[in-house]
């Protein structure tokens, strides 16, 4: 009864508060304003504002065409309105008016969606389920931050009124996760990844071996993971994927749009391989794990056959796993392989990934050997990097090869933001939100043809980095710059009016108990 009449006079005084504030402004209270069509990150390739918002209600419901790929957006976006709104919104192939996904014939592209909002309600079509999919993000980020909250809200929950055509500027828009310097579990991969749809990315690569540990179980070679997968960076536990771990992985990626492209760093940076297996050494005698941060001191044996045994192995099984296109072999800081020696072995680990009918992935010094036809490059130098290295890469674009752009001063997510940044390295230098978003992918490379650039990823190596909070204080505000440098068209790239879409995720990130570095290049409002 106490508790009642508490309500009752805190009720009473919020109403005589609301009615003195309109009387004094002579104006009823303006309704909240929904978030402006333009508001999203990665910035829409165009936006046409105007006409009333929609609402959600209790009523509303999400209608789908009968296919299973629009059921099954259908499904994500509830699963991503109902606990914060607490309505029922049933995912339905029939009635009118409400949430409308429809896959239609159309000038969307594999990913690009239109958003159409007015009073009688919301319609995202697309021509491919990516589309369909990307197309949610954007209506998800249209609502107010508190959707993103696990307990019902008070709402209300408009979307703008107006229409969003939008499609990538390009197909490659990466995030790199270092599993091996310190492992992360399948939990912490799908959290990331979740934070990932968000923005529109499309590739999730995992760097599954490192001198410090391996992450993936592979049968022919059993100790790779048992033994090489047993410590990591600082002397912990580390750990390993079994198959089923990775497919689960691979699952829950595919299910909101990202490829996932495994890594088998080679022939450096393969200490915890030389570890398990003496075979595999020159020597024939296996060094002891490894749990420290130097880099260059490990390579396979590229003179002895069973190398490549271990090589066609390793390959046969991760591709057999992996349903996306890729493959990624490393090939950097390869300092303790003689050059000619790096040649032979890049040429024969390109030539058994071609056989298991994957594309190959390199780092940008596989363009010191011979990309093979149809090879990606990922380039992760830096501003300052000499321009005869810069030469080699471009001219490796211009004979075909496909270039993705990691600098590492401006993307690599494990760079320090300034000197006081607790987690990461700095060895490229401290990495401000601005730094990271500030430059352009599509001139970034003299002498590379812009048809080579197939798009940027954001690597995050983890040798200070142990958990989902330390993934997001590092990745958060600087990941959203990167899906807006790959997503974008240059014209929208503009570093002021960026920096206030990007305060207007803060309260978003709270919401999902993302931990984000409050940078002070960035209008950031009140902490909620
Ligand atoms: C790298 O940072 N070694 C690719």
Redesign the pocket.
């Given at each position: 009864m106490r508790q009642r009449h508490r309500t009752l006079r805190l009720l009473a005084s919020l109403l005589l508060v609301t009615a003195v504030g309109a009387s004094l402004t002579g104006a009823t209270p303006a309704p909240p304003a929904a978030t402006p069509l333009d508001r999203v990150i990665p910035a829409p390739a165009s936006v046409a504002p105007g006409g009333s918002p929609y609402r959600i209600t209790d009523r509303t419901r999400i209608r789908v065409d009968d296919s299973r790929e629009a059921r099954r957006i259908g499904g994500y976006l509830a699963d991503v309105l109902r606990p914060s709104t607490g309505y029922r919104l049933p995912v339905t192939t029939h009635g009118d008016g409400g949430i409308r996904l429809r896959l239609a014939k159309g000038p969307y592209g594999d990913e690009g969606y239109r958003l159409d909002s007015g009073r009688g309600g919301v319609t995202v079509t697309a021509g491919r389920p990516a589309g369909l999919f990307h197309g949610v993000q954007t209506l998800r980020q249209l609502l107010p931050a508190a959707v993103e909250k696990d307990s019902v809200q008070p709402g209300p929950w408009l979307i703008a009124g107006g229409t969003v055509e939008d499609t990538p500027r390009y197909a490659w828009r990466g995030a790199m996760l270092d599993v091996s310097r310190h492992f992360f579990g399948v939990d912490e991969v799908k959290r990331y990844i979740d934070q990932l749809a968000l923005y529109k990315f499309n590739k999730l690569h995992l760097h599954l071996s490192d001198d410090q540990g391996w992450r993936i179980a592979i049968d022919s070679w059993p100790r790779l993971a048992t033994y090489g997968g047993s410590t990591e960076v600082g002397g912990g536990p580390g750990g390993y994927y079994t198959k089923a771990d990775y497919k689960e992985i691979v699952r829950h990626a595919a299910a909101r749009h990202l490829e996932v492209v495994p890594e088998i760093d080679m022939p450096g940076h393969t200490n915890a391989a030389l570890a398990s297996y003496a075979e595999l050494n020159c020597d024939g005698v296996a060094p002891p794990l490894y749990t420290g941060t130097q880099?260059g001191f490990s390579s396979l044996c590229v003179p002895k056959e069973i190398t490549y045994d271990f090589v066609d192995d390793v390959v046969r099984e991760l591709a057999a796993l992996t349903p996306g296109r890729y493959l990624h072999i490393g090939g950097?800081?390869a300092h303790s392989t003689p050059h000619a020696d790096y040649v032979t072995f890049m040429d024969r680990a390109q030539a058994t990934v071609a056989e298991y009918g994957k594309t190959v992935v390199g780092?940008h010094q596989l363009t010191g050997a011979t990309p093979v036809r149809g090879a990606v490059a990922?380039y992760?130098g830096l501003d300052g990097t000499g321009a005869a290295e810069k030469e080699q890469v471009a001219r490796a674009a211009r004979n075909g090869t496909g270039i993705v752009l990691s600098p590492?001063d401006r993307l690599?997510l494990d760079m320090k933001y300034d000197a006081g940044t607790p987690l990461g390295l700095s060895w490229a230098g401290y990495v401000e939100v601005r730094r990271s978003y500030d430059w352009d992918p599509g001139t970034y490379l003299p002498g590379v043809p812009a048809s080579a650039i197939r798009g940027v990823e954001a690597?995050l190596?983890s040798e200070t980095l142990e958990n989902s909070g330390h993934i997001e204080y590092m990745a958060f505000p600087r990941l959203p710059g990167v899906a807006e440098l790959g997503w974008s068209p240059a014209a929208t790239h503009d570093w002021d009016r960026y920096k206030v879409r990007l305060a207007a995720q803060g309260p978003r990130w709270e919401a999902l108990g993302i931990g984000y570095y409050r940078s002070p290049q960035v209008p950031w409002p009140a902490a909620g």
């Open positions: 880099v950097d800081e780092w990922q992760w590492a690599y690597p190596w």
